[in-house]
């Protein structure tokens, strides 16, 4: 039985109660103590500015040139936290209750709470930090909707929120560089997590500008390396987004949990040709004052500024009408995608709905939307010579965050004590769908108010713990393995890119395993993943040489995509409910509702690697609910 170690008592005081139990590590013996942190977005940032703030010694790597490259630069819309500004009704139990039934209650109680509980200090911080927060015209922290809520939670940075928080991140991590309690490894990947006695005690990394391959040693690990979204290829992600370091992890007894709840983003730019290698998103926001529909005439090729309104189908507001186009992420893209695949959708390859902003301009006028969105109306006609405040915006549903992610408990420590998952990299707060703005909020709230305390409450046992040998046999054997899995890979000598395998993976796995998914796809999508995995082993071609390689790196990616892959649909396949971003064919209602199935499925899937070949170890985290009672998921 997985233990989550969540504290007892009444849920407003879990948090509080563990903070005033956790043991702590006095500060001469912080500076005795190392903690390698992989990643450097908002939560590896936040965590490893926090730690070398607090005296640890914290050796921190990314794969970018540089930290401010790390993908969460790439989040638009804005955070949410419950500071109740708009004196609107919202409150701490509000925005736990709205997240937890979000994620169609497939979400620990305690995780969920705490993430609501700690959201007012954020802002705070980043307001300290300088993060210029959009701002009423007397002065005071604007805020905005998101889908899933009735209440305006969402502080922004126009559309560029993330990439604000990323950098009052990044000044804090590169004080501590300068201070000497921080050493940063730009351009090192992670290939191999190295376990001494069933813990943690390092990682093996490449130089990626050199070739080498290195070791590091510490007394705990913490993985903070995002979502591996960009599995299905076309996604929303960076080019460079990868599973690899949760994916080694995992081979080495970190449970992965609900790999395949992965999010489909209702507003992206809609794909438009084969060429691509990624899609732009479009800030949930929009979803604010723009509003979705398709004509009610299929196969429509006027123009839409030429379909007269009573021609046109405001879906979203005609089948949910209290949240309308703020309807949650995986209800508005299923919904665009039934409107498409009925033959509605709009766009030269009729794979997209409008996003229209018409109205919005009429009542607000033209200045005030331009204030609100106007770096993405520009990026918008940048990427498509279309000017949206004329003319409807074209979006499409796309591949964007993994809810899944390994296992953690109530300190993000996963099953190998010692290795802490921090952000995208766990599963611990959205359930089976996240709503738009929690991402950078969990990013954060782990980074600086979560996992201070609770990687302490593991380090206070390893004071009496020497420096971590980097000449250890675990390290050799670490070392070897992976040395032998680059020159295989390298020696191959096929005929096809890795660009092809990971776009064939990516198109078995939207098909069969994206918005919709049934037990024969599921089934189908395995075979075609263990048959194409053993092509990828026989038929792979990586040019170049060994030392200084990109394809080398993507090849390695692919090779744990096409594992993690499988894993997905397995998950995928043993969970027969609908729920969330997870839409069974087979169980829906008469409407073409997602029909959860409480009585069977209230539980967390934790898979464990069995080895090559092997079907996959499953455990069972139950979800007991004491403070919620799991409802019928409504937006009507």
């Keep these: ?82 500071k109740n500004y708009k004196n609107d009704g919202d409150n701490v139990f509000r925005m736990f209750y709205d997240t937890i039934k979000g994620g169609d209650f497939r979400a620990r109680e305690a995780n969920v709470y705490r993430l609501a509980e700690c959201s007012a200090s954020l802002i705070d ?9 959009g701002r009423e015209y007397g002065g005071y922290l604007n805020n905005r909707s998101f889908g899933g809520v009735q209440v305006s939670r969402t502080f922004y940075a126009r559309g560029q929120t993330g990439q604000q928080l990323l950098l009052g991140a990044y000044q804090a991590l ?7 309690t921080v050493k940063m490894y730009a351009r090192h990947e992670m290939l191999e997590l190295v376990t001494i006695d069933g813990k943690a005690k390092g990682v093996i990394v490449r130089n990626l500008d050199t070739g080498e391959i290195e070791r590091h040693g510490a007394h705990a690990v913490i993985l903070a390396t995002g979502g591996f979204g960009k599995i299905y290829y076309l996604s929303t992600l960076a080019m460079g987004c990868n599973g690899s370091a949760i994916w080694r992890a995992h081979k080495k007894g970190a449970l992965i949990a609900n790999p395949s709840w992965t999010q ?24 604010n ?18 379909v007269p309104e009573e021609e046109r189908d405001y879906y979203l507001e005609r089948r949910y009408p209290a949240f309308g186009n703020l309807s949650p992420r995986d209800i508005a893209s299923r919904a665009a ?71 953690v408990d109530y300190e993000l420590m996963t099953t190998i004590p010692g290795l802490f998952a921090l952000g995208e990299a766990n599963f611990a707060d959205h359930g089976a769908n996240r709503l738009g703005a929690n991402s950078l909020l969990q990013a954060c709230v782990d980074g600086y108010f979560i996992a201070p305390y609770t990687l302490a409450n593991y380090l206070a046992d390893e004071i009496k713990t020497p420096a971590t040998d980097v000449h250890h046999p675990a390290f050799d054997a670490a070392v070897k393995q992976v ?12 005929k096809l890119s890795t660009d092809y395998f ?135």
């Design 1 to 82: 039985m997985l233990d989550a170690k969540i504290p007892d008592g009444p849920l407003e005081h879990k948090w509080r109660h563990y903070k005033e139990h956790a043991k702590l590590v006095n500060p001469a013996n912080r500076k005795k103590l190392e903690v390698i942190v992989v990643g450097t977005g908002l939560a590896g940032s936040a965590i490893a500015a926090s730690l070398g703030e607090m005296g640890y010694r914290v050796k921190s790597f990314c794969f970018q040139d540089t930290p401010r490259r790390a993908h969460s630069v790439a989040a638009q819309g804005g955070v949410n936290a419950c």
């Design 125 to 133: 911080q980043a307001v300290a930090q300088g993060v210029p927060f």
């Design 174 to 180: 590169m004080r501590q560089v300068h201070q000497g």
């Design 264 to 287: 489909i983003h209702p507003t992206s730019l809609p794909q438009s040709g084969e060429y691509q290698s990624k899609l732009t998103l479009m800030s949930e926001s929009l979803r």
């Design 289 to 306: 004052d723009g509003r979705i529909w398709v004509p009610k005439k299929q196969e429509e090729n006027r123009l839409p500024n030429q």
């Design 337 to 407: 995608k039934e409107r498409i695949d009925a033959g509605y959708g709009v766009g030269p390859l009729k794979n997209a709905v409008y996003l229209d902003f018409s109205k919005a301009i009429k009542d607000q006028g033209i200045d005030k939307i331009r204030e609100k969105y106007g770096n993405l109306f520009r990026m918008y006609e940048k990427i498509t010579g279309v000017d949206a405040y004329k003319e409807p915006m074209k979006i499409s549903p796309a591949a964007h965050f993994s809810m899944g992610g390994l296992w």
């Design 483 to 494: 040395e032998e899995q680059l020159h295989l890979l390298k020696s191959i000598g096929g």
């Design 502 to 636: 990971h776009k064939t993976l990516g198109k078995i796995l939207y098909d069969k395993c994206g918005l919709s998914r049934s037990a024969e796809g599921l089934e189908a999508a395995i075979g075609e993943i263990r048959e194409l995995r053993q092509q990828f082993y026989a038929d792979l071609f990586v040019p170049g040489g060994y030392a200084i390689n990109s394809e080398l790196e993507k090849a390695g990616r692919v090779a744990d995509y096409l594992e993690l892959g499988e894993l997905m649909c397995y998950d995928a396949l043993t969970r027969e409910e609908s729920c969330g971003a997870h839409f069974r064919l087979e169980y829906q209602t008469p409407e073409g509702e997602a029909m959860r199935n409480d009585a069977d499925f209230a539980f967390i899937s934790a898979w464990g690697w069995a080895g090559e070949n092997q079907p996959p170890v499953w455990n069972k985290e139950p979800l007991i609910f004491e403070f919620v009672t799991p409802t019928v998921r409504s937006y009507k």
